[in-house]
């Protein structure tokens, strides 16, 4: 099967809509797809920021979650790490830390999936995310 890597900007406000096209052109991509890059929201805000503003979902966050989650894609970090807060980004403005960086994989790929972490932010406000597989012959690192 072909491997699609899909690296993207979230909007830095709630946009549903850059969400819904995001999952309806994922629809039309053949084979695996990998997503990752800095989607601007947190799925889960009581683990994902470092002081929830609240404990409810943006509108855009609502369609992402329940998107994955009817696609059958898994967010790999929060997959491997259920309970633990860790997070990718630091708001000087806010003062806050949240985990807006992650990677999106079809649930039936997370069994080739090695490691999935932050590395230590040096030039950015963000910290890089690391993700390794397998295929039965190659393995891959993408940072």
Known sequence: ???TLVNIYGPNYDDPVFFNNLLLRLATVEG????????????NPSLDRSTPKSISLSKAAT??????KDKGITEV???LHPKQKDF???????NT????DMFLVPQDMMSSIKDCSYL???????NP??????????QFLAI
């Open 77 to 79: 970090w929060r997959s």
């Open 97 to 100: 830390y949240s985990k807006i």
């Open 32 to 43: 695996y797809s990998i997503v990752g890059g800095d989607f601007n929201l947190v799925l």
């Open 63 to 68: 369609v992402l979650k329940k998107g994955i």
């Open 120 to 126: 230590a932010a040096t030039f950015s406000d963000h």
């Open 129 to 138: 995310l690391k993700l390794i597989w397998t295929t039965n012959s190659l």
């Open 88 to 94: 990718s980004c630091y708001s000087g403005t806010h």
């Open 1 to 3: 099967p072909t491997l």
